[in-house]
């Protein structure tokens, strides 16, 4: 049984939570978001107990954690969690910067725990035979990268929005591109 924590309660979380209830000997454990109201919320509708601080949440009984907070957390709680001993699966990008990534994944590495990002289109039987077709034929460097957002749903005030919280639609796709860059290094 993996017992999983979750650190922000907002609308990918619950997304997370229609999946973990398909994955048999999952359960959720414990729930921690910044704002107690969503916690009561969250725990009401999916169960497991709700934190009062992060820390209380990366010391319940957990085994691995998942990350639905906006951006510009998701390498220091990655970095927490791992530091806990709890495995991670983050919500992308994983990072807002090369340099934050490769902290988090070397404290990954020092704890030999499991680092994940939520990118699923890795695992897609598409894109793993268009990485296979360009492994053997390739197409030479990247000039130019376009980047739209196709959540036609949020409102204007989404963080998505906020460059402050380092939202914007680069950010979707930016761990792709951390992650080529770090090959390179």
């Known amino acids: 049984m993996i017992r999983w924590g979750i650190?922000?309660?907002?609308?990918?979380?619950?997304?997370?939570?229609?999946?973990?209830?398909e994955i048999p000997d999952t359960s959720l454990a414990a729930v921690w978001s910044r704002r107690a109201e969503t916690v009561q919320q969250f725990v009401h509708q999916y169960?497991?107990?709700?934190?009062?601080?992060?820390?209380?949440?990366?010391?319940?009984?957990?085994?691995?954690?998942?990350?639905?907070?906006?951006?510009?957390?998701?390498?220091q709680y990655?970095?927490?969690?791992?530091?806990?001993?709890?495995?991670?699966l983050c919500e992308k990008?994983?990072?807002?910067n090369l340099s934050s990534l490769k902290q988090v994944l070397d404290v990954a590495k020092s704890k030999r725990l499991l680092f994940m990002e939520g990118m699923k289109p890795p695992f897609y039987p598409l894109y793993r035979r268009l990485?296979?077709?360009?492994?053997?034929?390739?197409?030479?460097?990247?000039?130019?990268?376009?980047?739209?957002?196709?959540?036609?749903?949020?409102?204007?005030?989404?963080?998505n929005f906020s460059y402050d919280l380092v939202g914007g639609s680069l950010m979707q796709i930016g761990s792709q591109l951390s992650r080529k860059a770090l090959k390179l290094n």
């Open 78 to 88: 990655s970095i927490a969690a791992l530091n806990a001993g709890k495995h991670v």
């Open 47 to 75: 169960g497991g107990k709700g934190c009062e601080s992060v820390e209380e949440l990366l010391s319940s009984d957990i085994d691995a954690i998942y990350i639905a907070t906006l951006p510009d957390s998701h390498a």
């Open 93 to 96: 990008p994983a990072a807002v």
């Open 131 to 159: 990485k296979q077709h360009l492994e053997n034929d390739p197409i030479g460097p990247v000039g130019y990268v376009r980047a739209g957002s196709s959540v036609a749903d949020l409102t204007i005030d989404h963080p």
């Open 7 to 21: 650190i922000g309660c907002g609308r990918i979380a619950h997304r997370f939570m229609q999946g973990l209830g």
